[in-house]
């Protein structure tokens, strides 16, 4: 049976999903500072609404999406034009995981409960969804098809900025999505609402690719992913799944199927 607390922490979290959305918009289609100016304010009302709530589920909830401004805020101020390639991701990521450990400390929440449990008898199973990112990677390239994100790589040393990608754009997203926010979702609105809602969330900050297949693709993988950490209780393997999208989206794909000369 339904509580009015619960349809009121429901509608709370509908709204500022839909205010997240619109920041998105503002920097995709408007004026980036727009934007900008709108996360800082719903940073700051999410951490005042997070300190207000009734409930831990609700403080949870509240709080961990706070670190969805937090990582836009991050991308959209740091002064990365210093840093070349792959290395902008490595700045903004090392930031981000920083505060998602702060997020964690202060709910009290250990990394098993966020997914970041291991279990040797699960590595076969983590190591086989963390391969799926190498067709969905070349299934963004063909929708997208971005220059490569190095300008030029020699022969052979492509593994450095692979690893550094892998790294900085798997985990700290996937700890943040299908981690702190899921788990949190889950628990204030429904295992199904929850999952839901971020899955919608995770899509409108792709908003910037102008390109609605490119959108669909991304709802559909986020519910993937967000099923997947659900089942398994870890997000590792999706982890390894996002970083490889990426490296073969913005490396691989791009040296592979259309070498540059040197």
């Given at each position: 049976m339904?509580?009015?607390?619960?349809?009121?922490?429901?509608?709370a979290?509908?709204?500022?999903?839909?205010?997240?959305?619109?920041?998105e918009?503002?920097?995709?289609a408007?004026?980036?500072?727009l934007?900008?100016?709108?996360?800082?304010?719903?940073?700051v009302?999410?951490l005042?609404?997070g300190?207000?709530?009734?409930?831990?589920?609700?403080?949870?909830?509240?709080?961990?999406?706070?670190?969805?401004?937090v990582?836009?805020l991050?991308?959209?101020s740091?002064?990365?034009?210093s840093?070349?390639g792959?290395w902008?991701?490595?700045?903004?990521?090392a930031?981000?995981?920083?505060g998602?450990?702060?997020?964690?400390?202060?709910?009290?929440?250990?990394?098993?409960?966020v997914g970041?449990?291991?279990r040797?008898r699960?590595?076969p199973?983590?190591?086989?969804?963390?391969?799926?990112?190498?067709?969905?990677?070349l299934?963004w390239?063909?929708l997208?098809k971005?220059s490569p994100?190095?300008?030029?790589?020699p022969?052979?040393a492509?593994?450095v900025?692979?690893?550094?990608l892998?790294?900085s754009t798997?985990l700290p997203?996937?700890l943040?999505?299908?981690?702190?926010?899921?788990?949190?979702?889950?628990?204030a609105?429904?295992?199904w609402?929850?999952?839901?809602?971020i899955?919608?969330?995770?899509t409108?900050?792709?908003?910037?690719?102008?390109?609605w297949?490119?959108?669909?693709?991304?709802?559909?993988?986020?519910?993937?992913f967000a099923?997947?950490a659900?089942?398994?209780?870890s997000?590792?393997?999706?982890?390894?799944?996002n970083?490889?999208?990426?490296?073969?989206?913005?490396?691989?794909?791009?040296?592979l199927?259309?070498?540059p000369?040197f």
């Amino acid at each position: 049976m339904r509580t009015g607390g619960a349809t009121a922490l429901e509608r709370a979290a509908l709204a500022y999903t839909a205010a997240l959305a619109a920041a998105e918009v503002l920097v995709a289609a408007v004026d980036p500072r727009l934007g900008a100016f709108l996360y800082a304010v719903l940073l700051v009302l999410l951490l005042r609404q997070g300190a207000r709530a009734a409930t831990v589920a609700g403080q949870r909830l509240f709080w961990s999406l706070a670190l969805v401004p937090v990582l836009r805020l991050l991308s959209l101020s740091l002064p990365l034009g210093s840093f070349s390639g792959v290395w902008r991701y490595a700045v903004v990521a090392a930031l981000l995981l920083v505060g998602e450990a702060i997020a964690m400390r202060a709910q009290g929440l250990r990394p098993a409960d966020v997914g970041l449990r291991w279990r040797w008898r699960d590595l076969p199973l983590q190591a086989f969804i963390g391969l799926l990112g190498v067709p969905l990677g070349l299934l963004w390239y063909a929708l997208l098809k971005p220059s490569p994100l190095v300008a030029a790589i020699p022969p052979g040393a492509i593994w450095v900025p692979a690893v550094v990608l892998l790294v900085s754009t798997g985990l700290p997203e996937e700890l943040l999505f299908r981690g702190l926010l899921q788990r949190a979702s889950g628990v204030a609105i429904g295992p199904w609402l929850g999952p839901l809602l971020i899955t919608c969330l995770w899509t409108a900050l792709r908003l910037g690719s102008a390109s609605w297949p490119a959108l669909g693709l991304t709802f559909v993988t986020g519910g993937v992913f967000a099923l997947i950490a659900g089942l398994t209780g870890s997000i590792w393997g999706v982890s390894l799944a996002n970083g490889l999208t990426n490296v073969v989206l913005f490396l691989l794909a791009p040296y592979l199927l259309e070498p540059p000369a040197f």
